[in-house]
């Protein structure tokens, strides 16, 4: 459906350097990054509101790179919801149907459908200024919808809103999602957002596209210590490889399952795949770092300790009669455990 081929814009200070990404038709696909990756621009650009330098972007098998926004299908949604002030919620639902040729009675239906679907029909008189975030962040939804795209662009839709609509906001998204036949393409810089809402996604830092894949293989299995570290993979080590061993952390160790043949890369672990204890609590086949505890901090019902392992600092889980019944604390001497095939290896990356 979506198809950007080499994406390329030199803006002051910042570069869009060969973005290629393709959508399947109705995905719900999330590209990822964080403030200032130019994920943002890439949408805009799938919109037709900037400009490339070079590069192509096709929709529905056509080239759309130099048609004008109204020419594409397309409905952007942006995060401050940009709805109109001196608009009632049904009035701003049906203000871009004019440019799409959909006639009045039409769209009026249409628009009273999605308003319902949203669980808006009760506000459609209101004012923006008298809607809550999440019901301003539902009208631009459905005025976006109600203009009959093939594709919606989402721009961080939940960042805005509070913990307790954002669960409501998710589960309408996925909903109106999976009812309608349109493509959706989300920016977010929250790879919760992504887990529970794409199944395909792509990460991209300072212009530059890092992975694309399904939303599993990232959070499991990602390309670059960047992408390790933002979907909160926090424990990546620069690694040595030689045989059967494996060096990081000031320790070596061997007997590891499915190593790579390069001789240097980085290593990286998931924190609750490391767990802090004594060498008897972990089956035989784990494998254990000697460590200091440098810092210990609660997390609701569950501990975290960040533990010294030679020149690195590893962060792991700690089992809460750990913390209660055995002292682990700041400056006590600790083995972390974990499961050789939960270690995901990282080559080199390129200059």
């Known amino acids: 459906m979506i198809r950007l081929t080499n994406l390329c814009m030199n803006l002051p200070g910042f570069t869009l350097d060969n973005i290629t990404i393709s959508i399947r038709p109705g995905e719900f696909f999330a590209l990822m990054g964080s403030t200032g990756s130019g994920k943002t621009l890439v949408l805009e650009t799938v919109a037709g509101l900037t400009e490339l330098d070079s590069g ?12 004008s926004p109204e020419a594409r299908k397309v ?9 109109f002030p001196h608009l009632t919620v049904l009035n701003n639902v049906m203000y871009g149907q004019r440019y799409h040729g959909i006639p009045k009675n039409e769209g009026l239906n249409e628009a009273r459908m999605l308003l319902d679907t949203l669980g808006l029909a009760h506000l459609e008189g209101r004012k923006p200024g008298r809607l809550s975030g999440g019901e301003k962040q539902r009208t631009a939804l459905a005025r976006a919808l109600a203009c009959r795209p093939d594709v919606v662009l ?10 307790q609509f954002r669960g409501e906001l998710r589960r309408t998204l996925k909903d109106v999602h999976e009812n309608s036949n349109a493509t959706f393409l989300m920016v977010t810089h929250d790879f919760t957002d992504a887990m529970i809402l794409a199944d395909r996604a792509a990460v991209i830092k300072d212009g530059s596209l890092h992975q694309q894949d399904s939303v599993a293989n990232i959070f499991r299995r990602p390309a670059t210590p960047f992408v390790a570290s933002f979907v909160g993979m926090t424990n990546v080590f620069p690694a040595s490889y030689s045989a059967d061993t ?8 061997t007997g590891l399952p499915n190593l790579p043949g390069w001789r240097k890369g980085f290593v990286a672990l998931r924190p609750e795949d490391a767990v802090v204890g004594s060498r008897d609590d972990f089956p035989k086949e784990w494998h254990v770092l000697n460590g200091t505890v440098e810092r210990m901090e609660r997390e609701g019902f569950t501990w975290t300790a960040t533990v010294q392992c030679g020149d690195e600092l590893l962060t792991a889980v700690v089992d809460r009669h750990m913390v209660l019944n055995r002292g682990i604390a700041t400056g006590v001497e600790v083995v972390v455990g974990f499961a050789g095939e939960h270690l995901h290896h990282m080559p080199e990356q390129e200059n």
Request: aromatic residues 6%; charged residues 15%; without cysteine.
């Open 56 to 67: 192509t972007v096709h929709i529905g098998g056509r080239d759309v790179t130099t048609l």
């Open 75 to 83: 409905s952007l949604v942006y995060q401050d919801h940009a709805l």
């Open 154 to 163: 989402l721009d961080e839709p939940l960042s805005s809103l509070d913990p």
């Open 246 to 253: 494996n060096t990081f952390a000031g320790h070596t160790i």
